[in-house]
Structure formats: structure tokens, C-alpha cells
């Protein structure tokens, strides 16, 4: 039995050697046949279609965003600083006080939305139009515009990083916040 297994090891690194296996190779001038990887890249050219080659960045969904926006941040934006591209007067007009006639909608677990989209918003399934609003996040309130997610009732939200830093929330945390509609 013992000769059997032999023979069969020394068959399959013969095949090694020879080329059977292209991913495998044995070292050149080697007396033992000791197979060593390859590095072989795999194809993600645009040609295999849209699977295998997805965008680095997100598109922005300008339906749903108002002109006077902030700019997208720039390409190589990789800090939080560069992908919070909101003036100062964004920001003075967010943390402005709410000029009442506002109603509850509710609470909800609310995540860190796409850091390419900019401005200061709020995706949440609470509203089926685009409309201004606020949320309130441990006794701190921001004026966001309010987005429809298009979730199911209780499916949790999306903020802006802007939003999010006004709010002073942890960006990798999911605060629960309470949500208002003027």
C-alpha cells in the first residue's frame, strides 16, 4: 500500500514539473520538484462587463440633491476633512435654532451614507418626498434636507458626513436620532 501512495506523489509532482498544472512550477535547475505558485492577475477589463469592473466611486444621484449644494469632493479626497466639503455658512445655517411649526416623524438607527455625496441630508424611509427638516442627536439638532430612502418602515437611515460631524455622532457608530419635518 505504502508503494502505491509513492508512486501516485511522485506522478502528480512529475506532472508539476512538466507543466501539466500551469499554475504551479518547479524551481529551474532544482533537483527536487517542489511546486511554487504563480501570480496570475485576474481580468477585470470592462470588456467582462459591468461585474467586473465596478467603479471606484459611487455615482452621485443628482435627482435627488438641490443645485446649491456643496461641490462632490475631489478624487483624491481620502481624509474626512476633504470629503466634508460644506462652507462655513453651510454649516452656520444647519446648526441654525428651528423656527418651530415642526412635527415629529420619529427615531431611527441611522448609518453613515456615501461620503461622496455631499452636503448636509438625511436618507430615511420616515418621508416619501425630498423636504427640509432636522435631526436631534443626543440634545443636538441639525437642519438636514430629508431624503426618501425608499426602505421599508424601521429600516434604519442614512446621514451625511457633514451631518454626522455637525451632530458630533461617532462616524463608524449608529446613532439613534430623532427625526423632525418642518
Known amino acids: 500500500m505504502k508503494y502505491v501512495v509513492s508512486i501516485v506523489a511522485l506522478a502528480a509532482l512529475g506532472a508539476c514539473a512538466d507543466g501539466a498544472f500551469p499554475g504551479l512550477q518547479s524551481p529551474q535547475g532544482a533537483g527536487d520538484a517542489v511546486a511554487t505558485p504563480t ?7 470592462p470588456s467582462r462587463g459591468p461585474g467586473f469592473a465596478p467603479p471606484v ?3 452621485l444621484d443628482t ?6 449644494f456643496p461641490p462632490p469632493p475631489p478624487p483624491t479626497a481620502r481624509t474626512v476633512e476633504q470629503f466634508d466639503t460644506t462652507s462655513a455658512e453651510d454649516r452656520a445655517a444647519a446648526t441654525a435654532a428651528p423656527s418651530g411649526g415642526e412635527r415629529r416623524l420619529g427615531t431611527t438607527i441611522a448609518s453613515l451614507g456615501s461620503p461622496t455625496d ?3 441630508w438625511f436618507k430615511t424611509p420616515l418621508v416619501s ?6 435631526v436631534e442627536y443626543q440634545g443636538t439638532s441639525v437642519n438636514v434636507e430629508l431624503r426618501p430612502s425608499g426602505g ?3 429600516s434604519g437611515s442614512q446621514i451625511s458626513l457633514a ?3 455637525l451632530l458630533g ?3 463608524t457608530g449608529l446613532p439613534e436620532v430623532t427625526v423632525y419635518d418642518n
Open 39 to 45: 501570480a496570475v492577475a485576474p481580468d477585470l477589463s
Open 57 to 59: 466611486r459611487p455615482t
Open 63 to 68: 435627482s435627488q440633491t438641490r443645485p446649491d
Open 118 to 120: 455631499p452636503g448636509i
Open 129 to 134: 418626498q425630498v423636504t427640509q427638516g432636522r
Open 152 to 154: 421599508a418602515a424601521g
Open 163 to 165: 451631518a454626522m460631524r
Open 169 to 171: 455622532a461617532p462616524l
